[in-house]
């Protein structure tokens, strides 16, 4: 049997840690998928995100070995150029991935540490090289990109795109003449179809992600808050609170909300919990400023759920696939007439863009292709 190639990840958090949400996942279902084929070790932190407390139970700066994988969780002492060093002294990767673009500890520094060696870089900028995600902290963001390119470092790797969408970002920050492959997020394994209980007039709507500025839940809310009283919506926030200022700003929204709409905050929800979250769900509400691939709209969609999303995704052609819609932000009256139109439904037509939602998700996972271009990110 062939010597299995070793990729080293490195990735600011990781499981059993899940407030970081997509990018957590994306790596995961990379180890599900590859781990027959490649030896894969992750290197992350020994905490979640946000959190100041480190897990239980974890012995940090060590491997840990796991069924799939092997993972050494980081405390901050720890996470320097020194350690970095020894990792690829003590053993031979072919591969390194990196998980994240503006992270220093896990992307910038490990970048740096490993410049003059042979190993192949590979980097999933994770969507933070689009538009809407630049427009935040834009000149911390500037200057990070001006080094990143002054010292060369967008040369020394294959960067890892999600869709074509992403390519022309990465290619407008960072030039041309680069190795830039797609391969779009690998997903899970799905369950199997049930149908949803839906009264007409009533509508169950979730927000699934980050509570930040860049995840548009106060927009939301202002948009819930037009929709016809003579409905009663249930709208469910699902999700770590990433800015605090910001989750303020929507609490004290809430408060002025017309009566028909009924919030209810979960908070952040572990990855295995969240299919019995959605059972009861309807319809996934998340007007972002920018999603590369959007795992939370694939994982709406593999339980059920269609989604009414802005027009900052990759995502296309929703409404004829009868899976959702995507509409233009500033389009306030689009997203009022998109829940209304949920709103209206029966149990009988909600079912039809239920079961369409969870067939476009089977097909979309299951295709061979995925793991194939996922491969050739190292190959």
């Known amino acids: 049997m062939p010597k299995k190639e070793k990729i080293l990840i490195f990735i600011d958090w990781f499981l059993p840690g899940y407030k970081a949400g997509g990018p957590i996942q994306s790596v995961n279902n990379i180890v599900f998928h590859l781990h027959d084929e490649f030896d894969i070790s992750i290197v992350t932190s020994n905490k979640d995100l946000g959190e100041s407390i480190p897990y239980d139970n974890i012995e940090f700066n060590t491997w840990q070995l796991k069924a799939n994988y092997k993972v050494m969780y980081l405390d901050e002492n720890h996470q320097n150029s ?65 080094l990143f390119k002054l010292n060369g470092l967008h040369k020394k790797v294959v960067w890892h795109a999600t869709s074509s969408l992403e390519k022309e970002e990465i290619e ?33 709507v979730f927000f699934l992600s980050r509570i930040a500025l860049k995840k548009n839940l106060l927009k939301s809310l202002e948009y819930l808050s037009h929709t016809s009283s003579e409905h009663t919506i249930n709208f469910t926030i699902i999700g770590p609170i990433d ?32 299919k019995d979250v959605l059972k009861a769900q309807h319809v996934l509400l998340l007007p972002t400023m920018h999603e590369n691939f959007g795992h939370v709209i694939m994982e709406s969609w593999q339980n059920g759920c269609p989604v ?21 932000l500033s389009e306030t009256d689009k997203f009022v007439e998109k829940i209304n139109h949920f709103a209206e439904m029966d149990k009988v037509s909600y079912n039809l863009w239920s079961k369409s939602s969870y067939d476009f998700a089977e097909t979309f ?15």
């Not at 680069?178 to 149908?195: H, T, V, W």
């Not at 999303?309 to 009868?322: A, C, F, M």
């Not at 996972?365 to 190959?379: A, E, G, M």
């Open 308 to 328: 009414i999303i802005s027009d900052q995704t990759p995502w296309e052609k929703l409404k004829e696939k009868h899976i959702g819609y995507s509409v233009t």
């Open 365 to 379: 996972t299951q295709k061979p292709q995925l793991v194939i271009d996922t491969k050739k990110l190292f190959k």
């Open 243 to 274: 800015e605090s200022e910001y989750w303020t700003a929507c609490e004290n929204y809430i408060k002025t909300l017309p009566s028909h709409i009924i919030v209810n905050y979960l908070g952040a929800v572990p990855n295995y919990k969240l």
């Open 82 to 146: 020194a350690l970095y060093k020894n990792l690829i002294e003590e053993e031979d990767y072919d591969y390194v991935y990196y998980n994240s673009l503006f992270s220093i500890k896990f992307t910038l520094l490990p970048l740096w540490t490993f410049r003059k060696t042979v190993l192949k870089q590979v980097l999933a900028p994770r969507g933070m090289v689009g538009k809407g995600a630049l427009a935040i902290k834009p000149l911390k963001k500037k200057l990070f990109i001006s």
């Open 172 to 204: 407008t920050q960072f030039g041309h003449e680069l190795d830039i492959r797609i391969a779009p997020n690998l997903s899970s394994k799905m369950g199997e179809y049930q149908e949803k209980e839906k009264s007409k007039k009533c509508l169950n």
